[in-house]
């Protein structure tokens, strides 16, 4: 993929010429026993980038599939052009020139970049023959309108998570869309990816295409944004121009209440050093993922870890937490005073260590189980009688309490967590490890997903449980959330730690130089970096 930012073409202003290409007014939503949306009225004007923000359940999602086609029972009209309009599926929104890229991509992994462009609509020499030439020519046109250096002939599965988002988007082009629809765009984006992708989305607004984007992330709303509507409880709670909003405003419409502090930080005496990592390296093939990475986490104490993706920050995580066979790492690692080289994450778990992983559908949960198997999966042998037999009774006991401890919001344990929110899964993943009495909690990207208001209760929660002792080492690509909790940070870049602030030294930009320089590049910088050198 070309790195270089694609030039808006034309001059268009969304904000001096305020057509409005897309107009839903009053739009109302039932499920069963849910009214998902009251009463909401929304446009979209000709080449702006309109964000659609607010927690997770308060409408965003349904509003979208109505203007997308994929809802067709609601109360309300939806205009296009100034006509009224009735989708009865999706490919009738898709003609009319709206097409919505979802959070989960519905590309075909096996089949060509080409392939899936034309998925469904491919060219042909009769009734029968496949004009392959013909879709690579289109398809190549596409990406050369778009800027992008991707070989149509690849296969999906050989593209980046990055570039399988600019697909997604030429696919969109390909149906001729006039608003494209994105439904959490950058969540598996690196940050050059996510800057790249700015520039796509400023390449189409300034060829008119209307883009409805839909995010979690505060600091891409006001990068991005010309308008920004918010959604609470099914109902617009406000409505206006990017520039004239301020964060905290925006804060305050999508949870309904001031968050002073966002993130509270919990005042805390720490305790005798828990975690201590001595010139840890770890192998991979030929590669060196970790190169002498020292660092140690007290009781009662949250320790942050930034860095780049790729600098090593998920695989320090997963080394401590047992997942490499111990051929793979070498070092010194130690937990409260004792070796702590595992062999797997079950001997870690039994020695008082829980991961919550950054995938935590994939590889914290079992979607298709309800909260109560989930939450006791860590901790099952307290519940056992006999080899096979489980005190049923203990473990609701044990689970609806901390259900009411979390606040888990779910209607009752037996509920499938696969149905719960974002912020509600990963309360059951802590739930899962503080059951089976977890005394170092490894948190990799642990707020990824989830609305601002369930970010705040998840480290509200962290602050809590580290004040009763309980430490934390905490991946986060979210900076300003690592300097707002934290006690300490290291800074890790090509596998390094290239440096560690307490809390009276966090400095953004200095942080962020640690990043992304090289170990033998930071002499320069303002703050004095402390730089381990790999030993082998």
Not at 135 to 148: F, N, Q, V, Y
């Amino acid at each position: 993929m070309v790195l270089s930012q694609p030039e808006p073409q034309g001059s268009h202003d969304p904000l001096s010429d305020p057509e409005v290409i897309l107009s839903m007014s009053h739009i109302t939503k039932r499920f069963p026993g849910v009214l998902a949306l009251n009463n909401v009225s929304f446009d979209v004007h000709v080449g702006e980038v309109h964000c659609l923000v607010g927690e997770n359940g308060a409408g965003k999602s349904t509003l979208m599939n109505i203007m997308s086609g994929v809802y067709t029972g609601f109360d309300g009209q939806i205009l296009l052009n100034k006509h009224p309009v009735t989708f009865h599926h999706t490919r009738d929104a898709q003609h009319a020139g709206i097409a919505m890229i979802h959070q989960e991509l519905n590309l075909v992994p096996e089949l060509t970049v080409y392939e899936n462009i034309f998925l469904g609509r491919e060219h042909k020499i009769g009734r029968t023959v496949l004009n392959r030439r013909s879709m690579r020519r289109a398809a190549e046109k596409l990406m050369s309108d778009l800027g992008l250096d991707i070989d149509t002939n690849r296969h999906i599965s050989r593209l980046r998570v990055g570039q399988r988002q600019l697909v997604e988007i030429a696919k969109a082009l390909s149906l001729n869309a006039r608003i494209i629809i994105m439904d959490e765009p950058t969540s598996a984006l690196s940050d050059t990816e996510v800057q790249y992708l700015f520039g796509v989305i400023r390449n189409l607004r300034a060829r008119g295409v209307a883009v409805i984007y839909i995010s979690h992330r505060l600091d891409e709303i006001f990068a991005i944004a010309d308008r920004v509507t918010v959604l609470r409880d099914g109902q617009v709670v406000g409505s206006t121009l990017a520039q004239h909003m301020t964060r905290r405003q925006l804060i305050h419409l999508m949870v309904g209440r001031d968050l002073e502090v966002l993130y509270p930080k919990e005042q805390v005496e720490l305790g005798a050093t828990l975690l201590k990592i001595e010139h840890l390296h770890l192998r991979q093939g030929t590669s060196h993922l970790l190169k002498g990475v020292s660092l140690h986490v007290d009781k009662g104490e949250i320790v942050g870890v930034a860095g780049l993706m790729g600098a090593g920050r998920t695989q320090l995580l997963e080394t401590v937490f047992g997942v490499y066979p111990s051929r793979a790492v070498s070092g010194k690692i130690s937990f409260d005073g004792r070796d702590a080289r595992f062999r797997s994450p079950k001997a870690a778990i039994r020695r008082g260590i829980g991961l919550v992983a950054e995938d935590r559908k994939k590889q914290s949960l079992i979607l298709e189980r309800p909260v109560d198997e989930n939450a006791t999966l860590a901790a099952l042998r307290q519940f056992m009688v006999l080899l096979t037999l489980v005190n049923q009774r203990a473990e609701r006991r044990a689970v609806e309490r901390i259900v009411r401890v979390l606040n888990i919001k779910t209607p009752s344990i037996k509920t499938l967590v696969g149905n719960l929110s974002g912020g509600n899964q990963q309360k059951v993943v802590v739930a899962k490890f503080l059951l089976a009495n977890i005394k170092l909690f490894l948190l990799d990207e642990p707020t990824r997903g989830i609305d601002i208001g369930a970010k705040a209760e998840v480290y509200t929660l962290v602050g809590q449980l580290a004040r009763q002792g309980t430490a934390f080492l905490l991946v986060s690509s979210e900076l300003p959330e690592l300097l707002a909790v934290c006690d300490r940070v290291y800074v890790l870049c090509d596998g390094r730690v290239t440096g560690e602030f307490k809390r009276d030294e966090f400095d953004q930009t200095v942080i962020m130089e640690a990043a992304t320089r090289f170990a033998d590049k930071l002499g320069n910088s303002k703050h004095q970096i402390s730089v381990e050198q790999d030993t082998n």
